[in-house]
């Protein structure tokens, strides 16, 4: 047999190895920290949590949600988007007319402006902007749709800017374009490929101070923004992959702000200490969009959708037989709005009126009529047939989507009750999202965030916008197409009236409601919680009961103020923490001094 | 001295590797090497108690020269590898979801852009151009560019394995000490109290989900008692090597290190106390007895060396099955590491950096289970001298 002394050493080393990776993996924790190392040089941070993928911090090529809010914070757009309503308001221009077509596009800039860095800002800064976009394919990854449009973009002095459009439209062509400085940007060799990641200059209320990537992203206050210098110092986001441990660090008070939540995490905070939540109408809606024969943009069908559904009677009757109201209260635990048409209640101005003649409420009647209508006559077990053929449709929903299960629970037996047998196929987002563009389903579960302008939205909605079988070549919201609704569109893209614009835009809604490719299900509220006894003062939209976090602008966090120092150390780990971990070093050195002794004795028998 | 009866919990050993979700180890197991070593492990051989040493079957009965038998473990490697470099490639491509209609959902993005992105990201090739594009990176060492942080795979791994091996080696040192000390007394005291409640509460803790487990504490000790940071690896803007950095980090270690130890610990346990338990049969120990040492001491210097021997490999192998198994444990508490960084590629659909960090797993877990071989080779003399 062996020694035991040999054993032992080739086992301590052993565990010295191991010891000597994990001190390794120790060391490795970057230099890229200590770049940051700094402690913050003010406890006015207010602290978000987030889980966005970020590519880069610039404007021309990033696309993910995390960066372009970012972006809105950062960089000022020519006109913005009121916190009241999201209507256009001032940004860096102070006045704006188009000519009688909707054709030319006159800016008037603010004068005396600064960037963050005191160059000053002017109207030769946004000309150079749009026409790197317009010029330059790598400049055009991340809002390319936007200047399509453009014809040129002049600045015939510093307070003007002129751009001319290539067709006439209605929707001011100057939102959601992030400015930048030309004095930075020009001097770049590669600007489609700069990261812009640490010390941005921009002339929005908050600059990029650093970025860790999966760790933290900290934003500070720019001294030289126009409406003034924030009352916060720095915006910090800290990285959170999973949101119940979000939950948590709201509880404990490591962060200041989250949003996201699921109706129980929002439930659950309800009682939280110094926790204040905010139930913030939201700018999406959620539905079932419902397979009307799709087909590519000349016509062709492709896909697997039951024919059944080609028929707009049979669509319809699908919709009497869901009973929206409850699934809103049941399944969204009343968190949403009721819903009419893809545009959600938070843009009154363009949302389908509740009122309008088109609307038809869950109706099981109804439905049954329409389905006898189409043809479809009740059968063996109750369900519908029609020259031998069992009405039976695919109901496709994302597996890990608890609300997506509990819609398809509730839809089963509603279906049964007017004789469709409907079969809930749940998979993982991604096949969802494949079959989806593929055509590969009869319903499934659909939703969209709407900017303020309801131009793009109607767009998707024409049938130019249906992809190929492949999913290529376009984004549509239902695989729909409609002459009458594409007429419509176009009236309202080049209508100037607003009030004659709004009545389109209405029509076109009651079109797509008519002709039922989709239902919608509901106005999701957005569901967010702060630390009330750290921050007050942010500010919604829209103003009256809207969302902080996620906003067509940068009101949320602009206007946030301390409440008051003494409160504002936050974070820290109380005493009963340092009870805890002073009991755990009594139990571990009392253990290990138990063991030493015994095995002190044990020695001294030898 | 009483017959050491077999140990009954010999047929629910663990034998499932990490007991996490583990991307890595599943395809990467194709080395024989790995399939030997839970053989190993799982003890399964009463029938030859007295030879609880015999764990490598298919080593040469007699002798061999160590370069031969360290070239053929090599190649047994380097095979395992070459096939986890082409599964590498085919199995992400079989992913559904593209990964670039991903990006443009929900997105004002015109054809002409997608088009864009597309051959921005190579996807506008041919499948089999891509593959070699691929085999190339890696034979230069590029494992190509990771589509959602526009850098080198290659960067990024080296960025995020500094936290992944921090995690895993502190659990990995806690949890092998804690296994293998719990173990040996078990086995020692086998059938008592401290034996029924050791290996009932491993095995509790073994079945439980990791991430469920690890959402748990981070209830209790997070948002309830607020003892202890809810994720991430530091406090943004401390700096990690000043004493309140070191501090901190420790504090954001601890959560996760106990759910990673609290799974895995039961599997160090169990082999040894199974090892230990084959031991007490020996005609050795009786020896020892004779010559006047205490029970004690015939355990410490005598029974537990020689039942750490076939724990060794077992415990090398679990050490790479650690690192993969951080995945789940990484996304719960938001820790920077590997685990995380592969979370957040399968949620793109990232495929170079899928793909980087699989074969970065599947290498380590190759490597390990090679180290296995080979320092068993040179801690039992009995496979040297055979």
Redo the contacts between chains.
């Keep these: ?2 020694t ?1 002394h040999s ?2 050493r ?2 301590q080393r ?2 010295a190895g ?2 000597a ?2 001190l ?7 230099p ?3 770049a ?5 040089a003010s406890e006015n941070v207010l602290r978000i949590a987030t ?1 966005g ?4 911090f610039n404007p021309f090529t990033s ?2 949600l995390v960066p372009t809010n970012t972006f809105r914070y950062m960089y000022e757009n020519l006109v913005a988007n009121d916190a009241k309503d999201g209507s256009i308001t001032e940004g860096l221009a102070t006045e704006w007319n188009t000519d009688s077509e909707g054709k030319v596009w006159t800016y008037t800039i603010r004068p005396d402006m600064k960037w963050s860095d005191g160059e000053p800002l002017t109207s030769k800064d946004v000309a150079w902007t749009y026409n790197q976009m317009m010029e330059k ?2 400049m ?2 991340a809002n ?3 200047v ?1 449009n453009f014809d040129k973009v002049e600045a015939p002095d510093d307070g003007t800017v002129k751009i001319t459009l290539k067709k006439p439209q209605a929707n001011n062509p100057g939102q959601e374009i992030p400015v930048v400085p030309e004095h930075v940007w020009s001097k770049i060799d590669k600007p489609g ?1 700069f ?1 812009n990641d640490e010390k941005s200059v921009g002339s929005g209320p908050f600059q990029l101070e650093s970025y ?5 992203i ?1 934003l500070k206050a720019n001294p030289n923004f126009w409406r003034g210098k924030p009352k916060l110092d720095e915006i ?1 986001y ?5 949101s ?6 709201i ?4 962060v200041d702000f989250i949003t996201g939540l699921s109706p129980d995490q929002f439930t659950a905070l309800e009682n939280a200490d110094n926790v204040e939540l905010n139930e913030g109408n939201g700018r999406r809606f959620n539905g079932i969009s419902i397979n009307p024969g799709v087909a590519d943009a000349k016509g062709k069908e492709f896909g697997t959708g039951n024919e059944a559904l080609g028929d707009k009677k049979v669509r319809q009757a699908i919709r009497a037989g869901i009973d929206t109201e409850t699934l809103r209260k049941q399944v969204m635990q009343d968190y949403a709005q009721p819903a009419t048409s893809f545009i959600p209640a938070v843009y009154p101005d363009w949302a389908l009126k509740s009122d309008n003649s088109v609307i038809s409420g869950f109706d099981v009647a109804e439905a049954k009529k329409l389905l006898d209508d189409a043809g479809w006559k009740e059968g063996s077990g109750g369900i519908r047939e029609k020259d031998g053929e069992k009405l039976q449709l695919r109901f496709l929903t994302d597996a890990d989507a608890p609300i997506e299960q509990s819609t398809a629970k509730f839809l089963k037996p509603w279906m049964k009750d007017i004789g469709i047998d409907l079969k809930n196929e749940s998979s ?4 969802v ?2 079959r989806t ?1 593929k055509g590969d389903y009869d319903m499934y579960f659909s939703g ?2 709407i900017n303020p302008d309801p131009d ?1 939205q109607l767009s998707i909605n024409t049938c130019g916008q249906r992809p190929d079988a492949d ?5 549509s919201q239902d695989g729909w197409c409609n002459k009458e609704f594409d007429k419509l569109y176009q009236a309202q893209h080049v209508e100037l009236d607003q009030a004659k614009r709004q009545d389109l835009v209405q029509k076109a809604q009651a079109i797509h409601y008519e002709e039922a490719p989709s239902v919608t299900l509901w106005y999701p509220n957005q569901l967010e919680a702060y630390r009330s006894d750290r921050f007050d003062n942010f500010t919604k939209q829209p103003s009256d009961g809207g969302a902080i976090a996620n906003q067509v602008g940068y009101w949320g966090y602009s206007s946030v103020e301390p409440v008051s120092e003494e409160e504002a150390t936050g ?1 820290g ?2 005493a ?2 340092w009870i ?2 002073a009991a755990a070093v009594i139990v571990v050195l009392g253990g290990g001094g138990w063991l030493l002794s ?1 095995r002190k004795k ?1 020695d001294d ?2 | 001295m009483s017959t050491p009866t077999h140990d009954p919990h010999s047929g629910d050993r663990p034998d499932r590797g990490t007991g996490t979700a583990n991307p890595g180890t599943g395809p990467t197991n194709p080395s024989p090497a790995s399939a030997r070593g839970s053989a190993a492990t799982a003890d399964e051989n009463p029938a030859d108690p007295a030879n609880p040493a015999a764990v490598d079957m298919d080593e040469p009965p007699a002798g061999g020269s160590f370069t031969r038998y360290f070239l053929r473990k090599l190649g047994g490697a380097a095979t395992s590898m070459v096939l986890v470099i082409v599964l590498g490639f085919f199995a992400f491509r079989m992913l559904p979801g593209d990964p670039v209609l991903k990006i443009a959902k929900e997105r004002p993005m015109s054809p002409a852009q997608i088009a864009e992105l597309r051959s921005q990201y190579g996807l506008d090739k041919p499948v089999i151009v891509q593959f070699w594009d691929y085999l190339v990176g890696i034979v230069t060492g590029d494992l190509g560019e990771s589509y959602v942080y526009r850098k080198s795979v290659s960067a990024l791994i080296g960025e995020y394995l500094g936290p992944t091996l921090l995690l895993t080696a502190t659990a990995a040192v806690i949890a092998i000490v804690l296994g293998l000390w719990l173990g040996q007394i078990s086995a020692w005291r086998r059938n008592s109290l401290f034996d029924k409640l050791a290996s009932s509460t491993s095995l509790i803790f073994w079945s439980v989900p990791t991430f469920w487990l690890g959402l748990i504490l981070l209830m209790i000790f997070g948002g309830t008692l607020q003892w202890l940071p809810t994720g991430g690896m530091i406090t943004p803007g401390l700096d990690p090597w000043s004493p309140a950095g070191i501090i901190d980090v420790i504090k954001h270690l601890i959560l996760p290190v106990v759910s990673l130890v609290a799974v895995v610990y039961a599997q160090f346990l169990m082999i040894m106390r199974a090892s230990l338990l084959e031991e007490m049969n020996e005609d050795y120990l009786t020896t020892a007895r004779a010559k006047g040492l205490t029970e004690d001491e015939v355990r410490r210097r005598h029974a537990v060396p020689n039942a750490l021997l076939p724990t060794v490999t077992v415990v090398f192998l679990h050490i790479g099955g650690l690192i993969a198994g951080a995945v789940t444990v990484e996304a719960v508490f938001s820790w920077p590491g590997l685990g995380k960084l592969t979370f957040e590629a399968i949620r793109g659909p990232d495929l170079p950096l899928l793909q980087g960090t699989f074969v970065v797993f599947s290498a380590i877990i190759i490597v390990m289970n090679l180290a296995a071989d080979i320092v068993y080779r040179f801690l039992d003399p009995r496979v040297r001298r055979a």
């Excluded at chain 1, 860790?212 to 933290?216: D, P, R, T």
């Excluded at chain 1, 119940?244 to 660090?249: K, L, N, R």
């Excluded at chain 1, 509880?251 to 490591?254: F, H, I």
């Excluded at chain 1, 999913?471 to 984004?475: D, P, V």
């Design positions: 047999m062996f035991s054993l032992r080739g086992w052993c565990l191991v010891a990776l994990a390794a993996g120790s060391m490795a924790t970057s890229a920290q200590a940051t190392s700094e402690a913050p889980d993928f970020i590519d880069s696309f993910y394919e790598e055009a990854v390319g749709s936007l399509e490929e990261k860790e990537a999966n760790k933290s900290t910090q800290r990285y959170y992959t999973n119940d441990a979000q939950v948590q660090a509880r404990s008070g490591e993982d987002v991604d096949t999202s494949e563009t969209w965030s793009y999913g290529n070549g376009g984004t974070g780990m109380g009963g923490g805890g971990i015994r044990s028998r030898e």
